[in-house]
């Protein structure tokens, strides 16, 4: 009786782990639709049916973690993501841009825990559409909206938004364009602020590329502490700060602080497909080993 309730639940939890479909989610506008076949970096445009095997080896690290349920999806976590909150005074009057919203929890968070509105975008229309769901299941449709939107290319006109923020965005892209197109469409004396991975020592090549690899992505680029305060300021930003924390994420105290119960889902969504559990240790082996080497910043700037 025990092993068939335990199969029923790992089949359901399978089916679950297929996206569902999206109920009332506005269209995504026809720049969308054109660009989501562009080359959008590491950005994946996940399929809705069951993944095969193949595909889930071929998984970037956060598409990968979002596939089996996680919710909160950059190196600091929710700590790094309250952290980085804390360099901005955001009044309820603000207008808050969020780029690479991902699941787009940290929005509904930031518009629920500031009363301002939020505008949240995503390159991957698979994540608008998770994150758009996210958001009419906590009522928040007229607090935050989520659209597509490629940081190197953003729809919005100059000096729009108060405060700009990304986390585990920037290490995806071409930087210097980013900041130049983060600064275009923030106000004067705005504030930007980001969470990103850094090398806390100065690895190998070996254990670069390595890590580069093991996170599934080709453009992907971290930074020293001092190398990403350099490009900050070097892109025109100023008041520049950064704080350097151990990366914690994938340790079992900083799943449960981040995803509740919701690391038992996760957990049950692994251990149902051996694809799953194989990318998932890969992933939790590599960064583990080499925890000295990874960590994270967050930091901050002003437009001037
Ligand atoms: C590691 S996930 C982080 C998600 C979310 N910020 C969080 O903290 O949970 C990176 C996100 O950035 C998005 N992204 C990657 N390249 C992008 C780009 N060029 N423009 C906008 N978003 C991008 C990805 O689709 C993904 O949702």
């Known amino acids: 009786m025990l092993a068939i309730g335990y199969r029923k639940s790992l089949q359901r939890i399978m089916q679950e782990t297929v996206y569902p479909p999206t109920?009332?989610?506005?269209?995504?506008?026809?720049?969308?639709?054109?660009?989501?076949?562009?080359?959008?970096?590491?950005?994946?445009?996940?399929?809705?049916?069951?993944?095969?095997?193949?595909?889930?080896?071929?998984?970037?690290?956060?598409?990968?973690?979002?596939?089996?349920?996680?919710?909160?999806?950059?190196?600091?976590?929710?700590?790094?993501?309250?952290?980085?909150?804390?360099?901005?005074?955001?009044?309820?009057?603000?207008?808050?841009?969020?780029?690479?919203?991902?699941?787009?929890?940290?929005?509904?968070?930031?518009?629920?825990?500031?009363?301002?509105?939020?505008?949240?975008?995503?390159?991957?229309?698979?994540?608008?559409?998770?994150?758009?769901?996210?958001?009419?299941?906590?009522?928040?449709?007229?607090?935050?909206?989520?659209?597509?939107?490629?940081?190197?290319?953003?729809?919005?006109?100059?000096?729009?938004?108060?405060?700009?923020?990304?986390?585990?965005?920037?290490?995806?892209?071409?930087?210097?364009?980013?900041?130049?197109?983060?600064?275009?469409v923030l106000k004067p004396s705005g504030q930007f602020a980001a969470v990103e991975f850094n090398w806390r020592v100065i690895p190998l090549p070996a254990l670069r590329d390595s890590t580069y690899r093991i996170c599934g992505c080709h453009t992907l680029k971290f930074h020293s502490s001092a190398g990403w305060l350099d490009l900050f300021k070097a892109n025109g930003f100023n008041h520049t700060e950064l704080i350097q924390q151990p990366f914690r994420m994938l340790r079992i105290a900083g799943f449960l602080r981040d995803e509740g119960f919701n690391s038992l889902k996760i957990l049950a969504r692994a251990l149902a497909r051996w694809a799953n559990l194989k990318r998932m240790m890969q992933i939790w082996r590599h960064f583990s080993r080499h925890q000295d080497y990874i960590g994270y910043v967050i930091l901050s700037g002003r437009k001037p």
Do not use: W
Not at 39 to 53: I, W
Not at 85 to 107: D, K, S, Y
Not at 110 to 127: K, L, Q
Not at 133 to 149: D, G, P, T
């Open 23 to 184: 109920r009332t989610a506005p269209a995504i506008p026809a720049r969308v639709n054109k660009s989501a076949t562009m080359d959008t970096g590491c950005a994946q445009q996940l399929s809705r049916t069951k993944l095969t095997a193949g595909q889930i080896a071929e998984l970037n690290a956060y598409d990968f973690m979002a596939h089996l349920g996680k919710q909160i999806i950059n190196p600091g976590g929710k700590t790094g993501r309250d952290q980085m909150l804390a360099a901005l005074v955001i009044p309820p009057t603000a207008r808050l841009l969020e780029i690479g919203c991902g699941t787009g929890v940290n929005a509904c968070y930031i518009a629920r825990t500031y009363g301002c509105n939020v505008t949240a975008v995503d390159i991957s229309t698979s994540m608008v559409e998770r994150a758009r769901n996210v958001i009419r299941s906590a009522h928040l449709e007229n607090n935050v909206l989520c659209h597509y939107a490629d940081i190197n290319d953003l729809p919005f006109v100059d000096n729009e938004f108060d405060f700009i923020i990304c986390q585990a965005v920037l290490m995806f892209v071409d930087q210097p364009a980013a900041l130049t197109e983060v600064r275009r």
